[in-house]
């Protein structure tokens, strides 16, 4: 099974600023076949289901704001928020789906 | 608009049994491996199993192999999780999850096991 570790594990930053959460996976998540790295981000608030922020590393979803961006391939990723706004206060969760299991990262929790 | 929808959830007794529907609209699920998410309260995200585009094909994690089945019936564009021998720790909110292409999530369904 592919392990993905999310680091940190909790992030507290001020508004205005950028946060930065990493993600590494044990194996590279990379699909050759399409070139594509198989890798997902999720915010998700109490109460509410996870919701799409990233995929294939770096596509953000419709309606996310530009604020939101994700890098990196093969094994290590990153997600950024440029400018952190109050709303943005949640976990962050990685996701690769590369093969079966599909595996997630512990979570971040991100604070002000 | 893309839409999945899970049901069945509720209060049930360990040992006992319960199937969880998905239902979709906004594309045929024919065309897509469709899988089960899981998340006991105030924990992370578990996979839980998914089911070839076909149904031909199920892959189960190790903690609910023997004890659910996925199916689906792609006439009518519905995912089933059938959850048999209950335990405490099946506790949780089930989620529908597309993840090819852009992953599509449902709202999930509330699973609670106790006695």
């Known amino acids: 099974d592919i392990v993905m570790t999310q680091a940190p594990e909790s992030l507290a930053v001020s508004l205005g600023e950028r946060a930065t959460i990493n993600c590494k996976s044990s194996q590279s998540v990379l699909s050759t076949s399409i070139n594509k790295n198989s890798l997902a981000w999720y915010q998700q608030k109490p109460g509410q289901p996870p919701k799409l922020l990233i995929y294939w590393a770096s596509i953000r979803d419709s309606g996310v704001p530009d604020r939101f961006s994700g890098s990196g391939s093969g094994t290590d990723f990153t997600l950024t928020i440029s400018s952190l706004q109050a709303e943005d206060v949640a976990m962050y969760y990685c996701?690769?789906?590369?093969?079966?299991?599909?595996?997630f990262g512990q979570g971040t929790r991100l604070e002000i | 608009e893309v839409q999945l929808v899970e049901s069945g959830g509720g209060l049930f007794q360990p040992g006992g049994s319960v199937r969880l529907s998905c239902a979709v609209s906004g594309f045929t699920i024919s065309n897509y491996f469709m899988h089960w998410v899981r998340q006991a309260p105030g924990k992370g995200l578990v996979w839980v199993s998914r089911?070839?585009?076909?149904?031909?094909?199920?892959k189960y994690a190790d903690s609910v192999k023997g004890r659910f089945t996925t199916s689906r019936d792609n006439a009518g564009n519905t995912v089933y999780l059938q959850m048999n021998s209950l335990r405490v720790e099946d506790t949780g909110v089930y989620y529908c999850?597309?993840?090819?292409?852009?992953?599509?999530w449902g709202p999930g369904t509330l699973v609670t096991v106790s006695s």
């Open positions: 999850v597309r993840l090819a292409e852009v992953p599509k």
């Open positions: 996701q690769h789906y590369a093969t079966t299991p599909i595996t």
């Open positions: 089911v070839s585009a076909d149904g031909s094909d199920t």
